[in-house]
Structures are given as structure tokens and as C-alpha cells.
């Protein structure tokens, strides 16, 4: 991960000041991403005491609905998190995201351009204890806010930084007494590839 971080911030560096950006109004973009998840709840499954920061990665679509506006989808998988009571470890979780959400694109000219968003978000996945036994989540809806940046190395290819507060509604574990909590900061490092102009108009 380490490596990674450090590769987006050389090719920020090393790109700065050579490109000029055009913006994505009526353009469709591919976004993939990497990064981590922090559940702020320790109880992200009844009973625990601690719930570790996760994986997480995942990409979806972005297209400019105009110069500032966008709308976006996306999947987040965040394949374990492991729970512990009072030290020791009691099972792990894992859990989906699937989000549709606007961006409010500042500086849409240039190659630099931050962004705020909010959305929606649909939420599952599952919790497996220590002897190998798997429960499913019910699904649980939520929503979100973003801050992020992407830098435009070229007209169609831009890197990309966000960090995402997810929260959500506590859900049951299917066939247990238990719930999850998946309210949740994500930080996610990635790429964005954008078609040419005009294909959607």
C-alpha cells in the first residue's frame, strides 16, 4: 500500500504543470480504486469489543451531467475485518457498498480539480466466526459524504484520492441474534479513464 501511495504522489509530481484538462461534461469515466476501511463503531457485530481497519477496493462509473455536475456509481468490497473480544480474535466480517451519488466538481478546467459529493448507498455481506460457520447480512441502506481530488495526467486518464463517510443503518445477522454496524470511514487511492467526448450527448 505504501508503494502505491507513493506512486500516485510521483506521478502527481512528475506530471505537475504539463497537462491541461479539459472538463468530463458528457464524458464517461471508469474508476478503479484501493485503500482501507475504518468501521467507527468497535461493535460492528453485537458483542464485539474491537473491530480492525480493513482492505478495501472496488470502482464503478462517473459521468458529467456538465461542468460541475456529476453522477456516480461505484462498488466497494471490503473483503475482512476481523473482531475481537477483549483481545482475542472472535471471527471476521466482510461487507458490500453499493453507491449512486453526485459530485460538485470545483475548477473543472484545470488539471487539479477537488470535489465534495453525497449519495445513497446499499449495504450486505456476511460474518464468519473462528470455528468456519458463515452468516449472511440482511441488507441495510444508508448514505454518504465524499471529499476527493482527481489530477489529469492526460484528457482521459486521471488520478484520483477520496475519503468517504459511510453511514448506515444497523441490519440483522441472518439466522443469529446478532447486528452489524457498518458505518464506516473509507479512504481509497485510484485511477479514473475517461472515453472520448461526445459519445453520450
Do not use: C
Amino acid at each position: 500500500m505504501r508503494k502505491f501511495i507513493f506512486l500516485v504522489f510521483f506521478i502527481f509530481s512528475f506530471s505537475a504543470g504539463s497537462v491541461m484538462a479539459a472538463d468530463i461534461d458528457g464524458r464517461l469515466g471508469i474508476s478503479g480504486r484501493v485503500g482501507f476501511a475504518v468501521p467507527l463503531q468497535d461493535d460492528f457485530i453485537t458483542g464485539a469489543t474491537d473491530s480492525q481497519t480493513g482492505l478495501a477496493a472496488g470502482g464503478g462509473l462517473i459521468y458529467g451531467l456538465n461542468k460541475h455536475l456529476a453522477a456516480e456509481f461505484e462498488i466497494t468490497q471490503v473483503p475482512t475485518i476481523d473482531l475481537e473480544v477483549s483481545g482475542a480474535k472472535v471471527g471476521e466480517a466482510a461487507f458490500t457498498d453499493l453507491s449512486l451519488g453526485l459530485q460538485y466538481r470545483f475548477t473543472p478546467d484545470r488539471p487539479l480539480v477537488p470535489y465534495l459529493g453525497a449519495g445513497v448507498d446499499l449495504i450486505t455481506g456476511d460474518f464468519k466466526n473462528q470455528s468456519g460457520q458463515k452468516y449472511d447480512f440482511e441488507w441495510t441502506a444508508g448514505g454518504h459524504l465524499s471529499a476527493g481530488i482527481d489530477y489529469f495526467v492526460s484528457k482521459g486518464v486521471a488520478l484520483t484520492a477520496e475519503i468517504k463517510g459511510l453511514i448506515a443503518a444497523k441490519a440483522d445477522v441472518k439466522s443469529t441474534p446478532l447486528e452489524y454496524d457498518p458505518t464506516s470511514v473509507v479512504g481509497t487511492v485510484g485511477l479514473r479513464l475517461f472515453l472520448p467526448d461526445g459519445l453520450f450527448r
